[in-house]
């Protein structure tokens, strides 16, 4: 059929050939029979000319053979030289209204297998088992990172998706106990260098029905042994009807913006202060399920449920009990679930809306309600509600310049016991609450210019002393550069105001941190 | 109680809508021009990236997430260039029609042999594509497998207009034949002659026209071009007498007009997305113009 094809061009051109050769051979004979040297020469080079396109067009026709010949047999190869093709479109076409056009229309060497023509019926689309034998892209069905490692070369052929981020940070403060004014687990701990945040991360398409992710921390403590957290494993489901989603597993729970992320994606080398003081240092996340649904309305909403054991150090305003065996000084009782109101529940629901073509808000609004270990029958509840706007330019090169501003407000009731067989004093309710706001400025391509408020405010009690219950603010700014998106430098300055306590040595403190990461392998794709 | 039945009637009214016409998502614009030269009013076309802006970075904005749960049909490169953005919006846009193997999931680079794919995968060499380059679109020819590719969805989907779209095709075809003798003619006398782009975007196009589109502004995909690079870069271009710089729309121009005056180059605004420049709203029309102001530049 190929061959055919090309037969049929080539005796086409041959006829126009023949067309034009003979066109100006009979037209000078009639007016002026003797022949000048001027038309001599004149047909000489026509003759040349055509004789140059009947070779160039020979050449085509075998290397096209050649071409389709080689596709049949050996791996897709593009030719080196695109020549021939363009070749034939050398001479302006002749007024002969039927000639076949001389710029090649198909390519064989670029469209490979095109699908068969369609008939009336469309049922020769290609449905057959294209999604187990397609080359394309089997493994990245809805997965949530990119480009996996290939251990053999190019293609796409792994089941899951390897990546290792590593993040360390360079710190310098006038405070000595770095520990007790940074809030989060990930925050530089110490002054010097620490490495608070290596991690692991596996991802891929479980089989037709879920997906499966895992996320395996690695920290060096200040005394530079490892720890390990299996900060997140889950499957989730892909398929089923009605927007619906299911995730079971261990993971961060949508509480916010922050709390969901992982602190290599933050904008900021530490915590927000309200995060890591009412949701936990290691954020919230737990054993548990998850279901969600996306809202059939005109605009984007979603509506997320989340069950959770809400136990531990990871459940840390709930069924938390301590580290040393207390909590906000009292002793704690840790107690096995004995209702479904000592599980932890997680409600949020998020709306969001394009102000213009470049411009969307997300808002979200997040609760957290479960019992705590101060007494054998308080409980706490979290409420959180968070604001997302960002710009970005139409012209954006990798996705540079924009502006985006996103603030977080929690408050927290949190029922104090009077501990185990009532050793505490009092019972007291601690109404806490706080916010963070930041503005991160995208200004050229790789950099970012951010700075960020932070508020907490903690019920002010006579019976309670915690140094975790410090009403305290702080402004900080930065500058990061990303020279790719798998790595990052990060300059940043913090001032802390703090209040008279004894915790810490002095009031205001100022803090410098130099943040740097690199990623290898899968990056994540970038979520809004 | 009204207001809610007010909101149920305009959920059912959009439900009834979206079910008389086909709706089409396209990750990029000039996917979304081919699916309407396809569909014509058979189809609603929705496109996701701006013509204007980088398409490896676009933001998965969360009213993707709306768009691609209603969708019948949706369309994208399948070869990486949409990696960054796309799957996130698939995973909450939880939509079974457009899974990939369906009909409704069209994968423009299924069929496709694409050029420079890597013999090893090395971030050293920046932002490569492990399946190779994606930026097939701006070969006519690969545009109209693509074409193709999506009337047989469509006919797939809506069997009952499956001669329509197969007549569109038809007309999408014959018109790309024609105009590839006027453009192959309008850039034959330039064959051989390199340009400089600022990004590898183009070797599709280079190919099939028989141009060398081969020394980049860029030093390594997606790396901003630095100094010493530039030098060297204005160096090959007096070595080989480079006449056009091929600058698109998110690229810093200024970069490429030092090297132009450094030269005597000119810079041609490109765009790989129909709307990208002034005057392309179709495929066709674009081509028509990168065409026309390449062999301007060159002449």
Sequence with gaps: MKKFMFVALASGALAIAGAKGAEPAASPAVPNPAASAADVEALRQQVQSLTELVQTLQKQVKEQQ???????SNPPVLPQSPEPEIAAAAPSPSPAASAPPLFPTTDNAVVTNAPPPVNANGTLFPTTDASVTSTVSSTDTGSSLT????????????????????????????????????????????????????EIALDGAVDPYFEGFANIVLKLDNNNSTQIELEEAFMQTTSLPYGLQVKGGQFFDAFGRVNPTHPHTWEFADSPLVNGRLLGPDGLRGVGAQISWTVPVPWYSQVIFAVKNGRGGTAFSFRNPGDT???????????????????????????????????????????????????????????????????????????????????????????????????????????????????????????????????????????????????????SVNLTWYPTEFSKLRLQYNHDFLEENAFLASRDVDSVFFQFEFILGAHGAHKF | MKKSLLILSVICATA??????????????????????????????????????????????????????????????????ELGWLPPLLQNARNPKIEIGKPGRVQASQGIRLMNVPTNVTRAAGDVHALGNPHFMADPIIAKAVAQHIAQSYSAIDAAN????????????????????????????????????????????????????????????????????????IAQMKAKNVKAIIVEPYHDRKIAEKAASATGAKVVAFSQFPGGIPDTETYVKLIDKLVASLAAALK
């Design chain 1, 147 to 198: 480009q996996p490692i290939t251990l053999t070369g190019g293609g796409n052929k792994n089941y899951m998706n390897i990546s290792f981020d590593g993040m360390f940070a360079l710190a310098t403060s006038s405070e000595r106990h770095l520990d007790r004014l940074e809030v989060g687990d990930h925050d530089p701990q110490q002054r010097g260098f620490s490495g608070r945040n290596a």
């Design chain 2, 162 to 233: 499956a001669a329509f779209y197969d007549a569109n095709y038809k007309k999408f075809e014959a018109t790309i034949n024609a105009k590839l003798q006027e453009w192959g003619a309008a850039l034959l006398p330039f064959k051989s002659q390199t340009i400089v782009a600022y990004h590898d975007s183009w070797p599709y196009f280079g190919h099939r026209f028989g141009l060398n589109i081969d020394i980049f502004l860029e030093p390594k995909p997606g790396i901003p071009p630095s100094p010493s690079h530039l030098v060297e870069v």
């Design chain 2, 16 to 81: 009834f809508a979206a079910q008389a016409k086909l709706n089409v998502v396209a990750t990029l614009p000039d996917f979304g021009s081919v699916a309407r030269e396809i569909g014509g009013d058979k189809v609603d076309v929705t496109v996701m990236a701006k013509p204007t802006e980088d398409p490896h970075f676009v933001d998965a904005r969360p009213s993707f997430v709306v768009q691609l749960r209603t969708a019948d049909v949706l369309i994208d490169g399948g070869a990486e260039l």
């Design chain 1, 325 to 475: 065996g207390f909590f906000y000084g009292r002793m704690t009782i840790d107690r096995e679930a004995s209702a479904l109101r000592d599980l932890l529940f997680v409600p949020r629901i998020e709306n969001s809306f394009n102000l213009s073509d470049t411009q969307t808000i997300l808002v979200g609004a997040s609760g957290a309600f479960g019992s705590n270990d101060t007494g054998p029958n308080t409980h706490t509840q979290i409420y959180g509600a968070d604001l997302l706007y960002k710009w970005k330019s139409p012209r954006a090169e990798g996705g540079f310049p924009f502006v985006k501003w996103q603030t977080e407000a929690m408050y927290r009731r949190f029922e104090a016991g009077r501990g185990l067989d009532d050793t505490f004093p009092v019972a007291e309710i601690f109404r806490d609450w706080g916010f963070y706001s930041q503005v991160l400025w995208g200004f050229k391509k790789g950099w970012v210019a951010g700075v960020r408020g932070d508020y907490l405010h903690m019920d002010h009690s006579l019976f309670t002393d915690d140094d975790m219950r410090q009403t305290r603010s702080r402004i």
């Design chain 1, 66 to 72: 050649a071409a389709s010949e080689k596709n049949n």
